[in-house]
């Protein structure tokens, strides 16, 4: 395999950009074909989400991690090269998004034209306009039978100030106008602002895991070069290592001699430890110190649960396990846990309910782990008042994300728990439903927009622990699936909170208590000991299921004995 060489592309023929949109309003099948113009991939049938390579995202027709990829395009005689990353759609997986946009100069927003504006379109189209990238409307789908190309122009010009005669329109399944995009591409977006003689900046904006050749990093370079050979430094860590290999991604890798400023690819160097390839860390050349690149927020983990193996002899082979992905997923957290029924285990932190089942779905397919998750929980907050616990944790607030920790009222002053600010678009006709719906949860009404005569924007500021475990469902089984829903953190707020403990015959049980509101204690209180009855087997004695907060019983079940035929 040859190497290419890199040099012939300047920094004024570069540009990078990234396509964001909804959640299958056609990402991964626009980089299909962008790669298949550029004759980056051959033209074939089999040519489906190619940048999708994790089992879990060909299964659910989804796509988790950025992936990204180089092409070539000669436009009016001069040669590119377009650095592609293609993003997840996904609310849980918007921190990817974020991550991508830090490498690029420019955007490629794609509505669908049946569906139109979605709640997922205005966030990534906010977190693009905040990091000043140049942005390119996109309508894709408009080869459909329904497909209302004008009505989409309409919301995105009064939403988006964007006017309509930008908006181009294709189909990325039949590869209509697509041309079009790579043009607009190259007039539109900015090269990077940056310098081959500057001495070497490269951000690391993510990283992979290989069994053979340890991390591999992707990088995007700020300034100078790099080649095989050179001594390198990360800012972070403040490691030296030497680098092995450079290259592109044409999605797959491809070994080059040098990567200049201005371009996107990889690099290998010997990291064996999957903490050392920090995302969004910098990397400079040894001895030559440089300003590090401004990082990313963390992902704040939204949902906690307990992961305990099956079996306790598997505890070392899931916990290697789990820091291989964890290095590939940086945003999960893991604290280490252990309880009487299920033993030593973690506490792991996600930043979704999606986000968990992929995690835990990799775990089996990649690793062949089988695992014991708990019920989620939201990470809460208490203000201690009682002097001998604030001395005792060396400060007045806590945060607790196992309720076993939950202190007791006597001694904290208030509960505080996470609030998110949701967006709803949804069809006019649901919007009675809808507005029940929230005020079930506990939701208050911020703002309310219609985007077009028969599209509505709902704003609503939502407790976390209530939409984190079944709101999204209730949405879509509600307007028949035309609801789109999208939350960004919002702070905490004060509440009022209990901890319900499940009794069984008068032993807590740990793992089966929860954090919850004083309202809705009764009720979740009896379903859940309805639950139990139905999955606990019948023993030669009585079991009394009871849910209780502090001394108080608040609901039961009896689950009878068996019956003894003595003379049968």
């Known amino acids: 395999q040859e190497k290419v060489d890199m040099s012939v592309y300047p920094v004024e023929s570069i540009r990078n950009f990234s396509i964001i949109a909804h959640v299958d309003h056609g990402k991964s099948t626009l980089a299909d074909r962008l790669l298949e113009i550029t004759g980056t991939i051959s033209k074939t049938d089999r040519n489906k989400q190619v940048l999708d390579k994790l089992q879990v995202e060909r299964e659910r027709g989804i796509t988790v991690k950025a992936q990204s990829a180089s092409l070539f395009y000669n436009h009016k005689g001069i040669n590119y090269l377009l650095n592609l990353i293609d993003t997840p759609g996904h609310v849980d997986f918007s921190y990817e998004v974020s991550r991508s946009l830090s490498a690029c100069q420019g955007v490629i927003l794609v509505v669908d034209a049946n569906e139109g504006i979605q709640a997922q379109t205005v966030a990534n189209f906010y977190l693009a306009f905040e990091a000043q990238l140049s942005i390119i409307p996109v309508i894709n789908k408009i080869d459909l039978k329904n497909a209302d190309p004008e009505r989409v122009e309409k919301q995105i010009e009064k939403l988006f100030d964007i006017p309509t005669d930008e908006c181009i329109r294709i189909s990325a399944k039949q590869g209509t106008n697509v041309e079009k995009v790579l043009q607009k591409v190259i007039e539109k977006i900015p090269p990077p602002q940056c310098n081959t003689a500057d001495p070497l900046k490269a951000l690391v904006f993510d990283s992979t895991f290989d069994h053979y050749r340890g991390v591999i990093a992707n990088i995007a370079l700020f300034g100078g070069e790099i080649a095989k050979g050179q001594k390198i430094v990360s800012a972070h860590t403040k490691k030296r290592y030497e680098v092995n290999e450079v290259g592109i991604l044409t999605p797959n890798e491809q070994p080059t001699h040098k990567l200049y400023a201005g371009q996107v690819g990889y690099l290998i160097a010997g990291m064996k430890e999957v903490t050392e390839a920090q995302i969004g860390d910098t990397l400079c050349l040894y001895k030559q110190p440089v300003e590090p690149l401004p990082g990313f927020k963390s992902a704040k983990p939204m949902v906690f649960a307990g992961m305990y193996p099956v079996d306790q002899t598997e505890y070392n082979n899931l916990k290697s396990a789990l820091e291989r992905l964890t290095l590939n997923d940086s945003s999960v957290t893991v604290h280490r846990d252990s309880s009487l029924a299920l033993g030593a285990g973690w506490r792991l932190g996600f930043l979704g ?38 001395k005792e944790y060396g400060k007045d607030q806590i945060t607790i994300i196992n309720p076993a920790q939950f202190p007791d009222k006597l001694s904290v002053s208030e509960y505080l728990e996470p609030t998110v600010l949701g967006t709803i678009v949804t069809p006019h006709e649901y919007i009675g439903k809808i507005i029940t ?44 699936g035309y609801a789109s829903f999208d939350y960004e953190d919002a702070g905490y707020q004060s509440a009022d909170l209990i901890k319900m403990d499940i009794l069984l015959n008068g032993n807590p049980v740990e793992e089966l208590a929860t954090i919850i509101h004083n309202d809705k204690a009764r009720a979740a209180g009896k379903l859940l000991c309805e639950r139990l009855k139905e999955t606990i087997p019948r023993q030669l004695f009585e079991i009394a299921i009871q849910a209780a907060i502090g001394k108080k019983i608040i609901a039961r079940e009896t689950l009878k004995a068996y019956r003894k035929n003595v003379v049968a």
Do not use: G, W
């Not at 690793?367 to 002097?387: C, E, F, G, R, W």
């Not at 927009?449 to 509505?456: G, K, P, Q, T």
């Open 437 to 480: 719906l929230c005020q079930d949860r506990r939701a208050v009404q911020k703002d309310m927009l219609y985007i077009d005569e028969n599209r509505v924007m709902l704003k609503y500021l939502f407790p976390l622990n209530e939409i984190v475990v079944d709101f999204y469902d209730a949405l879509k089984s509600l307007s028949s």
């Open 353 to 390: 309910l999606l986000h968990m089942e992929v995690f835990n779905q990799r775990l089996e397919q990649e690793y062949n782990m089988s695992v014991i998750l708990t019920a989620p929980t939201v990470p809460y907050k208490a203000v201690l008042s009682s002097a001998k616990l604030i």
